[in-house]
């Protein structure tokens, strides 16, 4: 019988197709973990197979000692994805009746500037939703997750952590002057900054609290410990994660060490660091069926 926690990230539903390409196994006395870190890619055929093993693994979980974490942005918005390996998870796992939580908070904010990523120079004022959506929304949807990671019981050994993650983001929240803003809609906002600025200062926006998210992940984690969990989310929130976790007792079992290669098509450049304006790495998927494989204490 397995027990775990299932945590499953979707970055970007729209535009992107994620895959596993690392896997990290932590284990703390009868507690285990295992974090798969995803990619998103503009294409990749590694997607398919994956989800069908995901999907293969968790129809053998049993409901009664299961729960299923999700951040899912497309059963919080009008947007979908049919085709991505984290795509209708969360309605898969209510099929197999597991207990499921979305911890996506930031349905606003990806709505209102997803445009602007990929197209930095398009008139904001041709996005209803940035239209639409204020400034004082997305810093209400903001506060009230600061908020619950505030209150929540962490422990000892966290409490600088926690600290400075809170005390990070909104330093991160000040500097982009969204207090000054409250009534302005996301589209006069974006659209008051300068051409050459506009990327960068919506990243800044989408990314204020990258380190907050990581601390719900690992307060949905703590709240009812599982003996074993599993984690899929983009590689930056694993690694931060698992740094969380180590520091009250965590210890890493395995780690599969990703391999990349030299991308050269722009195109599927979107979601990468792009060297010299010619490349960008990208990380090859990993073998998902190393999920099957048992930690001590199973």
Not at 105 to 114: E, F, I, T
Not at 121 to 149: H, R, S, W, Y
Request: include cysteine; aromatic fraction near 10%.
């Amino acid at each position: 019988m397995r027990i775990g926690v299932f945590v499953f990230i979707l970055n970007m539903p729209l535009l992107t197709l994620p895959y596993i390409y690392n896997l990290t196994f932590l284990q703390n006395a009868d507690f285990n973990i295992k974090a798969l870190s995803d990619y998103h890619d503009k294409d990749h055929q590694s997607t398919y197979e994956q989800s069908f093993l995901i999907r293969d693994y968790l129809s053998t979980c049993c409901p009664k000692t299961t729960k299923v974490i999700v951040e899912d942005l497309t059963s919080l918005t009008s947007q979908t994805s049919n085709h991505g390996l984290l795509s209708g998870l969360a309605s898969y796992c209510k099929s197999c009746n597991l207990l499921v939580q979305n911890v996506e908070y930031r349905a606003l904010r990806v709505k209102a500037l997803a445009p602007f990523v990929y197209e930095p120079l398009k008139n904001p004022f041709d996005c209803p939703d940035a239209c639409t959506i204020t400034i004082g929304q997305l810093l209400q949807e903001l506060t009230n997750v600061t908020k619950d990671m505030a209150s929540f019981q962490f422990p000892r050994v966290l409490h600088k952590s926690v600290a400075k993650i809170i005390a990070d983001t909104q330093k991160n929240v000040a500097d982009l002057k969204w207090h000054d803003a409250l009534q302005m809609s996301v589209a006069e906002y974006v659209g008051r900054i300068p051409p050459h600025e506009r990327l960068m200062q919506v990243k800044k926006m989408l990314m204020c609290d990258v380190k907050l998210f990581d601390l719900c992940i690992v307060a949905r984690v703590l709240e009812k410990p599982y003996q074993q969990t599993l984690i899929f989310a983009g590689g930056s929130h694993v690694d931060q994660v698992v740094q969380l976790l180590k520091k009250i007792g965590y210890k890493s079992l395995l780690s599969t060490k990703p391999s990349f290669f030299t991308e050269t098509d722009l195109t599927r450049c979107v979601t990468a660091h792009i060297y010299n304006n010619s490349y960008c790495l990208k990380p090859h998927p990993v073998d998902i069926k190393l999920l099957t494989q048992k930690s001590q204490g199973e």
